[in-house]
C-alpha cells in the first residue's frame, strides 16, 4: 500500500518544505484543490506527477470566493480520504491550511460561517464574500488580486465576488507552495483564463525585457525600467527589479555575459518574484 503524503498546515512549514527540496534540484508541480476529490482532480494530479520530481496538492475551502447567499459550511470535505486517493497517486505533500488570509488564527469555514450577515453588500454598497461579511461591516478583507476585464463577464454577472477571490487565495498559495509548475483545469474556462492572466503577468514582463536585452541593444538600467512599466500596468507594485551576474549575483550594468534578470513584485498582499536567465 502506499505511503500517504506528507500533512503540512502551517504556512511557514509549507514554504519551508518546497524550499527544502528545490535547494536539492527537485522540481515541484502544484495542483490547488478545495477537497472532496473526484476524478477530475485526480487527472491533474496524475499530469501534475508527470511534469515534475514532486508533488503538491492544497486543500482548502476559500471563504473569499463565497458570496453570504451561498452555503460555505455545506461544502463537503473527505480529507481523509483525499489523502488514501492522493497517496495512490504518489504525491509527496498536501497542504491544508487552516486560514489564509491576514487577521488572526480563524476564518476557516466553520468560523466564518457562523459568523457571517446574510446580506450580500457591505457598508459601502458593493458586493462582499462570506470572509467579508463575517465581520459584519464588510471591512473583513480589503486588499484583493483582480483581474477586471476578464472576471466581469460569463459567471463574473452573477457571481461577483467569485473571481476575485479564486485569483486572491491562488496568489497566495503561489507564494507559499513556490511550485516550478502549476495545473489547472479548464472546466471553468473563465476562472482558467483568469489565472493564466495573473501568473503571466510577471513572467511576460520578464520575456519582453529579455527580448530586448538579446535583440535590441538596450540598456540594463532601460532593461529595469521596462520591467517596471509593465508590471505596474499588470497592476502589480515593484518590491525590486536587478539584473546580476548569472555566477556572482553581482549586479551588471551591461549583458555581455550571463546574467539573470530577478524580480519582486507585490499583487495586493501577495509578494510574487520572479526570474530570466539572459545568455548572451
Not at 491550511?97 to 466553520?110: I, M, V
Not at 474556462?189 to 541593444?217: P, T, V
Not at 553581482?250 to 524580480?263: D, G, K, L, S, T
Not at 513584485?265 to 539572459?278: C, H, K, Q, S, Y
Request: glycine share 8%; net charge negative; charged share 25%.
Amino acid at each position: 500500500m502506499a505511503s500517504e503524503p506528507e500533512v503540512i498546515r502551517d504556512k511557514t512549514a509549507m514554504r519551508r518544505w518546497s524550499r527544502s527540496h528545490r535547494s536539492k534540484g527537485k522540481t515541484l508541480a502544484f495542483v490547488p484543490t478545495m477537497g472532496f476529490l473526484h476524478e477530475g482532480h485526480l487527472a491533474l494530479v496524475r499530469a501534475a506527477g508527470a511534469l515534475a520530481d514532486l508533488t503538491v496538492v492544497s486543500v482548502y475551502v476559500n471563504p473569499g470566493q463565497f458570496a453570504p447567499s451561498e452555503d460555505l459550511d455545506a461544502y463537503p470535505a473527505d480529507l481523509r480520504g483525499d489523502l488514501h486517493k492522493l497517496a495512490d497517486l504518489g504525491v509527496h505533500a498536501v497542504f491544508c491550511p487552516t486560514n489564509l488570509y491576514d487577521y488572526g488564527e480563524g476564518g476557516g469555514r466553520g468560523e466564518v460561517q457562523a459568523r457571517r450577515t446574510e446580506g450580500a453588500v457591505g457598508s459601502s454598497g458593493l458586493p462582499v464574500s462570506c470572509l467579508e461579511a463575517a465581520a459584519g461591516d464588510g471591512s473583513g478583507h480589503e486588499t484583493w488580486v483582480r483581474v477586471e476585464k476578464l472576471e466581469r463577464g460569463l459567471c463574473g454577472m452573477s457571481r461577483p465576488v467569485f473571481f476575485r477571490g479564486v485569483a486572491t487565495v491562488v496568489a497566495k498559495l503561489f507564494n507559499i507552495v513556490e511550485p516550478d509548475i502549476a495545473v489547472f483545469g479548464k472546466k471553468d474556462y473563465q476562472q482558467w483564463r483568469i489565472i493564466c492572466r495573473m501568473a503571466l503577468s510577471i513572467y511576460k514582463s520578464l520575456s519582453k525585457a529579455k527580448y530586448a536585452a538579446l535583440h535590441e541593444q538596450s540598456t540594463c538600467q532601460e532593461l529595469k525600467s521596462l520591467v517596471v512599466q509593465l508590471v505596474t500596468e499588470a497592476g502589480g507594485i515593484i518590491d525590486y527589479v536587478e539584473i546580476v551576474e548569472q555566477e556572482s549575483l553581482i549586479p551588471v550594468e551591461e549583458i555581455n555575459r550571463p546574467a539573470v534578470i530577478c524580480i519582486a513584485a507585490w499583487f495586493g498582499t501577495v509578494r510574487l518574484i520572479d526570474n530570466m536567465e539572459i545568455n548572451p
